[in-house]
């Protein structure tokens, strides 16, 4: 049974810097494409970055491009998102997504979920 868990949510003022961290257990989680997905209220979830299972490719949201930092350790088997420059409308739960075989894209969510964590930014 694959297990994400999200880890370094929070509340910061705007400017500010926050990392997410995502531990991935069960399967061969190595060979995973990993990514983070965010669901302000009221609106729908939506992709923030994505990083293959080779950590030679990533791709990110444009709202979030040249601000955030995916990264993944495969051999402590985590990933990352480093948050910088962060503003008001990065409010929402952060989501860490992995799929066994397909890339995580704005067009193709993974099949297995974090439970996710709260980041808070306030102006």
């Known amino acids: 049974q694959v297990r994400l868990m999200e880890s370094g949510g929070g509340a910061v003022q705007a400017g500010g810097s926050l990392r997410l961290s995502c531990a991935v257990s069960?399967?061969?989680?190595?060979?995973?494409?990993m990514g983070w997905f965010r669901q302000a209220p009221g609106k729908e979830r939506e992709f923030v970055a994505g990083v293959t299972w080779t950590g030679g490719s990533r791709d990110y949201s444009d709202s979030v491009k040249g601000r955030f930092t995916i990264s993944r350790d495969k051999a402590k088997n985590t990933v990352s998102l480093q948050m910088n420059s962060l503003k008001p409308e990065d409010t929402a739960v952060y989501y860490c997504?992995?799929?066994?075989?397909?890339?995580?894209?704005?067009?193709?969510?993974?099949?297995?979920w974090g439970q996710g964590t709260q980041v808070t930014v306030s102006s």
């Open positions: 997504n992995a799929d066994r075989v397909n890339p995580i894209t704005a067009t193709s969510m993974g099949d297995y």
């Open positions: 069960g399967g061969t989680p190595t060979t995973y494409a």
